[in-house]
């Protein structure tokens, strides 16, 4: 458990938790799915969950704060994608850890 070790400073532990938080929320989760494959607008992401554009937009700006995703602007839409492919790694095993067996 070397990172364990790395977590000393209460920053490091507030900064963590807030990333553990964020992936506590049923429709995050379902975002970063939506993602995963292929950017998405906010309207795509949408209807890929089931929610409203407006909900949709408040979730995306919490994943981005913590800096999850990224963002690309292509005239009047707004594109979103992961920053990298480690949050699903740690999705996968929080899944395969928890999975009836």
Same mark, same amino acid.
């Given at each position: 458990?070397?990172?364990?070790?790395? =977590?000393? =400073?209460?920053?490091?532990?507030?900064?963590?938790?807030?990333? =553990?938080h964020a992936l #506590?929320?049923?429709?995050?989760?379902?975002?970063?799915?939506?993602?995963h494959q292929q950017?998405?607008? @906010?309207?795509?992401?949408?209807?890929? @969950?089931?929610?409203?554009?407006?909900?949709?937009?408040?979730?995306?700006?919490?994943?981005?704060?913590?800096?999850?995703?990224?963002?690309?602007?292509?005239?009047?839409?707004?594109?979103?994608?992961?920053?990298?492919?480690?949050?699903?790694?740690?999705?996968? #095993?929080?899944?395969?850890?928890?999975?009836?067996?």
């Open positions: 458990m070397e990172s364990c070790k790395k =977590l000393e =400073l209460e920053q490091d532990i507030n900064r963590i938790y807030r990333g =553990l #506590a929320h049923p429709t995050r989760l379902k975002i970063i799915c939506a993602i950017e998405q607008t @906010v309207n795509g992401i949408a209807k890929f @969950v089931g929610s409203s554009p407006s909900n949709i937009s408040q979730q995306l700006a919490k994943l981005y704060d913590l800096k999850l995703l990224r963002r690309r602007r292509n005239k009047n839409r707004t594109y979103y994608s992961l920053k990298d492919d480690q949050i699903i790694k740690i999705i996968d #095993a929080i899944d395969q850890n928890t999975a009836a067996t």
